[in-house]
């Protein structure tokens, strides 16, 4: 099997990626306004929601991956629901570093109940478990079977663990509701750039990923057979 | 078939009575451990009671939810039951009503218990506040069931189901607190209707999702 990283498809990613990813950065810096209120702090916002845009994209990957695995059982399905689950978790982590960094000078404290915020955290929380189940089970087709079941059954609950959140700390409701098409084009198109990138960013390393544990599970078939 | 199911577990808990003595001398312990820490006044536990109540009733959840599986692995019985005819999401329902009634038995011994030592004042309105608590039960023994099932064959499976288990129903823990700090506090019911709803699709999504994928969870 050749390495990821020499095929074409791969080179033309990366290449892709590490220009964009510049260009995103000076366009952050040097071109988009900077907000009257917030100054510099607010820049984080190109990187913060594309983060948990990407996050929600891979819980939502996750879920479809376990639905297609449990019809299919096929083991790619499973490749592909681990590695965006990963990815996800990832991605949730960046959100919850961000967050607080850009919250400490806005609202005077890095952390708030807000709900986006806390549904983030509980989804993390949730997949740590997750892999705690994969990482104790065993490499056998049960584990990759709870694990999909894990998966569908995690998103399924997003929606009542935003509402549930949302309505518990009613006094917290101090997140940004930006209208993006009310934004200057500077602001709109360096974010949906930003944007772009990031999900390049996740497709790229989504394929490194289930390219690696296809990989893993090849060595693993042959240890067996010996 | 069903009947047969749950039949077998609380038959097994009459003899044994592992599971009920231990959830219930578990949740007195830590009402104890509550009175003594928060020096009880009646007017700051007010505020305070109806989250420390639903903690305990978690907490003491999870002693019941684990061993409804983990029994089932001594002298391999869960291989013998899947190899019953009995389809695999009546054997989710079985083992879903057997976590509801062990956790209404429970606290059945323990809100008195929890009231009494706490010094708290009845609620006016019981009915409301039985209708909440066996809806929660409910909630909680169905998301508390398929996880159950899901960690019963993977290593450390005790510490897993708690840690799986408390994240996956913080919605319902909230919306529990909620209704029941709103029925002590003598509010009418569109006051808390929102919560109310909450905790009835928690028990409705967790309810399908296990009786719809127990079949892949329950395989060996």
Redesign the interface.
């Known amino acids: 099997m050749e390495s990821f990283h020499s095929r074409q498809s791969s080179k033309v990613t990366a290449g892709i990626l590490a220009v964009f990813w510049v260009v995103v950065l000076y366009l952050v810096l040097n071109v988009t306004r900077i907000d009257p209120d917030q100054q510099m702090a607010q820049k984080i916002f190109y990187y913060h929601v594309p983060s948990a845009w990407v996050a929600g994209l891979g819980y939502l990957v996750v879920m479809f991956a376990g639905v297609l695995y449990l019809i299919m059982k096929d083991e790619k399905w499973d490749h592909l629901g681990l590695a965006a689950a990963e990815l996800g978790t990832l991605f949730c982590a960046l959100v919850l570093i961000t967050g607080p960094i850009w919250a400490k000078p806005i609202w005077g404290a890095p952390w708030s109940w807000e709900p986006r915020l806390t549904t983030v955290l509980i989804m993390f929380l949730i997949y740590i478990g997750y892999f705690m189940v994969r990482n104790f089970g065993d490499e056998g087709e049960r584990t990759r079977r709870i694990s999909a079941v894990l998966g569908i059954a995690a998103f399924l609950n997003v929606p009542i663990i935003y509402v549930s959140v949302k309505f518990w700390a009613a006094d917290a409701q101090l997140h940004p509701q930006p209208a993006m098409s009310q934004q200057s084009p500077d602001v709109f198109w360096t974010f949906m750039l930003s944007l772009l990138v990031f999900t390049l960013l996740f497709v790229h390393l989504l394929r490194f990923r289930v390219h690696i544990l296809k990989l893993r599970s090849k060595v693993l078939g042959m240890r067996y057979d010996v | 078939m069903l009947a047969v199911l749950v039949r077998k577990d609380l038959l097994i808990e009459f003899r044994s009575r592992e599971i009920l003595i231990s959830m219930i001398t578990f949740g007195a312990a830590i009402t104890l451990l509550y009175a003594f820490s928060f020096r009880p006044s009646p007017e700051s536990m007010q505020t305070f009671a109806p989250g420390l109540m639903w903690m305990v009733f978690l907490f003491v959840s999870v002693l019941a939810l684990h061993r409804s599986h983990s029994l089932e692995k001594e002298f391999d019985a869960f291989s013998m039951i899947l190899s019953a005819p009995v389809e695999r999401s009546v054997l989710f329902i079985s083992k879903y009503l057997s976590g509801f009634i062990f956790l209404v038995v429970a606290q059945m011994v323990l809100l008195p218990l929890f009231f009494l030592f706490l010094q708290l004042p009845l609620p006016a309105n019981l009915a409301q506040m039985v209708a909440v608590f066996l809806l929660v039960d409910l909630g909680i023994s169905a998301?508390g069931s398929?996880l159950s099932g899901?960690?019963m064959?993977?290593?450390?499976?005790e510490m897993?189901l708690p840690?799986?288990l408390?994240?996956?129903v913080?919605?319902?823990l909230?919306?529990a607190v909620?209704s029941t700090a709103s029925i002590m506090d003598n509010q009418p019911f569109n006051q808390w209707k929102?919560?109310f709803q909450?905790i009835v699709?928690?028990v409705i999504?967790?309810s399908l999702?296990g009786y719809l994928?127990y079949d892949?969870?329950s395989?060996?």
């Open positions: 998301a398929l899901i960690v064959r993977v290593r450390v499976n897993l840690l799986m408390f994240p996956m913080t919605p319902l909230i919306s909620k929102l919560w909450l699709s928690f999504v967790f999702i994928v892949y969870v395989e060996e």
